[in-house]
């Protein structure tokens, strides 16, 4: 990952130094939000989890199956960042998949 700047969130002023309330209120305006918005970050979308030897792993080839520990039709877990934030269902979107989400994790939650 050369050539990436770490993130010091120091380097941002506080909500209150742009006039505003603080973070977690839900009238921040979009301008007090704009110095993240070119922030990368990871989303996974888990379908389900399994554990395997590596010597069936190794046995595995086109065509074959691995059990998840999901039932069909049970909400798929969101991850931002290794976070779960949220769970959802998949869809269809033209030819590609993709996920409604369902439920909002709080941090509270995500336990």
Do not use: C
């Not at 379908?47 to 010597?55: A, E, F, I, N, R």
């Not at 877990?77 to 979107?93: H, I, M, P, S, W």
């Amino acid at each position: 990952m050369s050539g990436e700047k770490e993130l010091n969130l120091d380097e941002f002023p506080a909500p209150q130094d742009f006039g505003v309330a603080a973070a977690d209120d839900d009238n921040v305006s979009a301008a007090v939000l704009s110095p993240i918005y070119d922030v990368p970050v990871i989303i996974q979308a888990v379908l389900g989890k399994t554990h395997v030897d590596v010597s069936t792993l190794l046995r595995l080839g086109r065509g074959s199956v691995i059990e998840l520990d999901r039932k069909v039709g049970e909400a798929i877990d969101v991850f931002v960042n290794n976070r779960l934030v949220a769970r959802g269902e998949v869809v269809v979107v033209e030819d590609r998949l993709g996920v409604t989400m369902t439920e909002i994790i709080k941090d509270k939650d995500a336990g």
